[in-house]
């Protein structure tokens, strides 16, 4: 299961380098832009091997919602824990962030 955290200033050197690993683009895979918004939208992260996680907990439905993961490694894997975090949760898996390259 994975735990989900506040962002913090020293986690800066990991998630770089799994968002550089990962090459995305968008505003929602920038270190910066994360810190900035764990206040605004109860933004945790939560790390599991060389991938990065991010997501919102604070969602007008109360599910909370995850971004595509950052960085490299078994794909499938990652999405496993994070499928089995959601079902600690009682909660559905929603994951933004997928592209059709993804799928």
Do not use: H
Not at 17 to 40: D, K, V
Not at 59 to 68: A, K, N, S
Not at 77 to 100: C, D, H, N, Y
Request: charged share 25%.
């Amino acid at each position: 299961m994975l735990d989900f955290r506040i962002l913090q200033l020293s986690d800066r050197e990991w998630v770089q380098s799994a968002l550089a690993q990962s090459g995305y683009m968008g505003c929602e895979y920038s270190f910066a832009n994360n810190l900035a918004w764990r206040r605004a939208a109860d933004t945790r992260c939560a790390r599991y091997r060389d991938f990065y996680i991010c997501a919102s907990f604070d969602t007008e439905d109360g599910f909370p919602v995850c971004y595509y993961p950052a960085g490299t490694g078994d794909i499938k894997e990652i999405f496993r824990e994070m499928a089995a975090t959601a079902v600690s949760w009682k909660q559905p898996l929603a994951v933004i962030g997928v592209t059709e390259d993804k799928l």
